[in-house]
């Protein structure tokens, strides 16, 4: 069973940094990748950054290339979402997902951590 449980979201001005967090507390065995995705008021879900979980290997949406940064401690079956020069439009519900080798989507979902970046 999977149990993801997102942190370290919260209010910060524009320019600052924040470190997501998401633990998968069932310590999913078919783990193929973890992801963050956001929503921000109004809009559809969009996807932010994922990590194949091993190989490591990493993609972008091209809005935070160059600022966020996707890592994961496989270990401690978490991945973290490191997140510098804020902008007002990242201001988003941040979901973190896992997604199984029996899927092509990713198919657990956290339950969100709030990010607001003001001016």
């Known amino acids: 069973q999977v149990l993801l449980v997102e942190s370290g979201g919260g209010l910060v001005q524009a320019g600052d940094s924040l470190r997501l967090s998401c633990t998968d507390f069932?310590?999913?065995?078919?783990?193929?990748?973890m992801g963050w995705f956001r929503q921000a008021p109004g809009k559809e879900r969009e996807f932010v950054a994922d990590?194949?979980?091993?190989?490591?290997?990493?993609s972008y949406v091209d809005s935070v290339k160059g600022r966020f940064t996707i890592s994961r401690d496989a270990a401690k079956n978490t991945v973290y979402l490191q997140m510098n020069s804020l902008k007002p439009e990242d201001t988003a519900v941040y979901y973190c997902?896992?997604?199984?080798?029996?899927?092509?989507?990713?198919?657990?979902w956290g339950r969100g951590t709030q990010v607001t970046v003001s001016q």
């Open positions: 997902a896992v997604r199984t080798t029996y899927s092509a989507q990713y198919n657990y």
């Open positions: 069932g310590r999913t065995r078919s783990r193929s990748a």
């Open positions: 990590i194949s979980w091993n190989a490591g290997s990493t």
